[in-house]
């Protein structure tokens, strides 16, 4: 069943506002920002798109010496997706701001390029970043970062509350995912490490379906290699299998 | 002319845009975003990309115009044309754009111009096919139609909503 169709339905199981997760976009395109913001809607994200790092860091309070009167907590950015290469500050710039700040170093980073550059992604996964994607951002990729995000809010509602919440907590999210057939993020990394089916960049290319509804598009091995979550540790975010060798 | 027949057109048209290589998956995964609750997007981020597009040209013309060519700029605006034409799925304006940044990086300015009307031409082209078929669209939606998505097929791939 398509997730879409609940809604049209009007039967709404989109979550409360404060459960929904809450993404800052980066990115100095404007074409670039109205697709990732529509991409993170439909994947029932609630977007905040602003075109420059100086903006995000203002946006989240940082650029201000003294503390912001909002607190964290408030404010609640749940990801940072950025672009690389911007005018001004780059992606690589606003991500070591983010991860030098003790309030907001642990929101996950992720990094958007359309250059597909190994020292440029090993150089971003060294400073922190949950995650690299090779523009330009498909369904899949946000669908990839939407399950991590549920996995890695489950884990953290269950380490903070006690039993009896849990029991609701468990019911919200199986809520969410039923429309998540595909599985854990363990098995997209394992759908996703098969190789493409073409050298053609065009996604028609592959079999499966684009929905976000179904299993993932298998993407290009250079994404495979970021594990979303292992369901054990929660002090190592950004822990990461290897990457297999590209083609 | 009646709905099945509009859409079949519509079919037809957009399988040729994909074959001629003027689109790529990239404009199909524009396309399933667009649902009942936004049944403009396509229509609001082709829009953008021609403003976009042509404000880059313009900028392109202008700084390959100067005494001294300032390269690195030339280079900038033409990462930011490749990017939103990759990310419309206009195919051959990006591979245009490659072939141009590669003169860029050489700092030949007679084959930057020649790069600057190839992916002018390659734009034209492509804004005057996404017109004509943002048009159908529109055509078959006022005669209370739905653009059949689901007809396209690929290669043995079907996309399924």
């Known amino acids: ?247 | 002319m009646e709905v099945g027949q509009m859409q079949r057109t519509w079919v037809e048209y957009t399988k040729s845009l994909f074959r001629e290589g003027f689109l790529d998956g990239q404009f199909t995964q524009l396309q399933l975003l667009q649902d009942e609750s936004n049944p403009d997007f396509v229509v609001e981020v082709v829009s953008l990309f021609f403003e976009d597009s042509e404000r880059l040209l313009n900028d392109l013309t202008r700084a390959l115009d100067q005494q001294i060519v300032d390269f690195k700029r030339v280079d900038a605006h033409v990462h930011q044309l490749k990017g939103s034409s990759s990310s419309i799925g206009a195919q051959r304006v990006k591979n245009a754009c490659i072939a141009f940044r590669n003169f860029c990086e050489e700092q030949n300015s007679e084959a930057c111009l020649k790069c600057l009307q190839q992916v002018r031409q390659e734009y034209c082209l492509v804004k005057n096919k996404l017109e004509t078929l943002i048009r159908l669209e529109q055509q078959i939606v006022a005669a209370g139609g739905s653009i059949p998505i689901e007809e396209l097929s690929f290669q043995g791939y079907k996309v399924k909503l």
């Open chain 1, 1 to 247: 069943m398509h997730w879409r169709s609940e809604k049209i339905d009007g039967f709404d199981l989109s979550p409360p506002d404060d459960e929904q997760v809450h993404v800052l976009a980066v990115d100095d395109s404007l074409v670039d920002r109205k697709v990732i913001e529509r991409l993170l809607k439909i994947s029932c994200c609630k977007v905040t798109a602003v075109d420059s790092g100086i903006r995000a860091l203002q946006f989240l309070g940082l650029d201000e010496e003294k503390s912001s009167s909002v607190g964290f907590d408030d404010l609640k950015v749940d990801l940072i997706i950025t672009d690389y290469c911007m005018p001004g500050m780059t992606g690589y710039e606003l991500l070591k701001k983010i991860k030098e700040s003790s309030t907001f170093r642990e929101i996950p980073v992720v990094i958007m390029s359309s250059e597909n550059v190994m020292a440029r992604i090993d150089r971003c996964l060294e400073e922190g970043a949950e995650d690299f994607i090779v523009k330009p951002v498909k369904l899949s990729d946000v669908k990839r970062l939407r399950d991590y995000m549920t996995a890695r809010e489950f884990r953290v509602k269950n380490q903070q509350i006690g039993n009896n919440n849990n029991i609701k907590n468990n019911n919200k999210r199986r809520l969410r995912e039923t429309c998540d057939l595909s599985s854990s993020p363990l098995s997209m990394l394992f759908s996703s490490s098969s190789p493409s089916p073409s050298l053609s960049p065009s996604s028609l290319s592959s079999p499966s379906s684009p929905s976000p509804c179904l299993s993932p598009l298998p993407s290009p091995p250079i994404l495979s290699y970021s594990a979303p979550c292992s369901p054990t540790s929660l002090d190592s975010p950004t822990r990461r299998l290897k990457m297999s060798s590209s083609d």
